[in-house]
């Protein structure tokens, strides 16, 4: 019998990669809960919210394509289903994207890009740099060329964090605001956890949904622990007052000397910028260097930003995995599943996470677009199967 510590399914993380494989297990009809002692914080509070399967085409990444691709196709429904379920408005803005380049590199760059782009099937158009300051009026002179992607698009990661929430608390799910400590193991499978107040949280199947911590839960064996790291972001947050309204209608992004920026205007006037990119462990100092590149970077594009007032400025930390993919799935460790290691591309890829995380729970299978994401593709070994 269920009981507030038993379930069918626990979660262990409640950011929005957690919050949504929760919601969907508990729409499945699965008694359902969550470990985590804030729920809703995690790398979605910090990050911009591009939906940027064609902008952040990368070679070599053509099986990611696949699901991101899924993932952006889902996202009017996902997005209108959680707005009537919660009431809550997402700001999702169907706004599309401009790449940009400032010089002869950079522009080799996207051309190189708009290439991959059209071999993989993408929809992108190449802009002089004339048109693309047609577009977007406030774009620097310099601008040299660019591209237009109309199917990028963008949403508040926080309004979508707190919709998630409402929904899970909406289908019943049972938060548990505490830290999981250890894994419990009985029988050769995953059990439950014992979390940090030392209560013990039972589970027919344990769902390790923890970002760039994911890597350390104790009591997971060696082997089938995810292979995630930490890669920080330093983001900012300016506003776009009402005298410099309107400020940019599209998301707008350049590779500037090898790093890349972004900004991505909101419909409430917020203007976020971002992200550095460090390995720096579990560091999330926001630094004045890092304050110091992001808008060197971004006043090259857009001069204009520094007028604006500056009111945030924060760090995250990205779940990095050896082929820069996620982990969804069943383990070598029988009733643990994945479902971490999206990188740069959780919130994008939460739609499709919930969908594949639900089916999986339900019936044991990856669906087809989820299969080649299995944390087995890594070749860890099962622990029976290690010599001892
Ligand atoms: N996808 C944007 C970033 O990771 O910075």
Not at 62 to 69: D, S
Not at 180 to 192: M, Y
């Amino acid at each position: 019998m269920s009981s507030p510590r038993t379930s069918d399914v626990l979660v262990i993380g409640g950011g929005i990669i957690g919050l949504v494989t929760a919601w969907r297990a508990a729409q499945r009809g699965f008694a359902t809960a969550v470990a985590d002692p804030a729920p809703g914080g995690g790398a979605a509070q910090v990050a911009a919210g591009m939906l940027a399967a064609v902008t952040e085409l990368h070679h070599g990444e053509q099986t990611l394509l696949g699901l991101n691709l899924a993932s952006a196709r889902r996202y009017p429904d996902f997005a209108a289903e959680l707005t009537e379920l919660t009431g809550h408005d997402l700001g999702y803005r169907r706004c599309g994207t401009l790449a940009v380049a400032l010089d002869s590199d950079d522009r080799a760059h996207l051309r190189e890009l708009h290439a991959l782009q059209a071999r993989s099937g993408l929809e992108s158009e190449w802009l002089s740099g004339r048109e693309c300051r047609r577009l977007e009026p406030l774009l620097a002179p310099g601008v040299r060329g660019g591209l237009r992607v109309d199917g990028d698009h963008q949403i508040d990661p926080r309004r979508l964090t707190a919709a998630l929430l409402a929904a899970c608390e909406r289908a019943g799910v049972v938060f548990h605001r505490v830290r999981a400590e250890r894994l419990s193991v009985a029988g050769g499978r995953a059990a439950g956890v014992v979390t940090r107040d030392g209560a013990t949280l039972a589970a027919g199947q344990v769902v390790l949904a923890g970002g760039s911590l994911s890597g350390r839960l104790a009591g997971v064996p060696r082997d089938v622990l995810p292979p995630v790291r930490p890669v920080k972001g330093q983001v900012l947050r300016l506003t776009v007052t009402p005298r410099y309204a309107p400020f940019l209608s599209r998301t707008v992004r350049a590779v500037v000397r090898g790093s890349q920026v972004y900004l991505v205007p909101r419909e409430n006037g917020e203007l976020v910028v971002g992200a550095t990119s460090e390995e720096l462990g579990w560091d999330t100092t926001v630094t004045a260097g890092g304050v110091y590149e992001l808008l060197r970077d971004a006043h090259e594009l857009v001069p204009g930003i520094t007028e604006l007032p500056l009111t945030e400025t924060r760090a995250g930390l990205r779940p990095g995995t050896p082929d820069n993919a996620p982990l969804l799935g069943p383990t070598q460790l029988p009733g643990l599943l994945l479902a971490t290691g999206h990188y740069r591309n959780g919130v994008l890829l939460t739609p499709v996470t919930g969908d594949a995380m639900a089916h999986v729970l339900a019936t044991g299978e990856l669906p087809d677009e989820a299969r080649p994401f299995t944390p087995r593709r890594f070749g860890a070994a099962a622990l029976s199967e290690q010599p001892v």
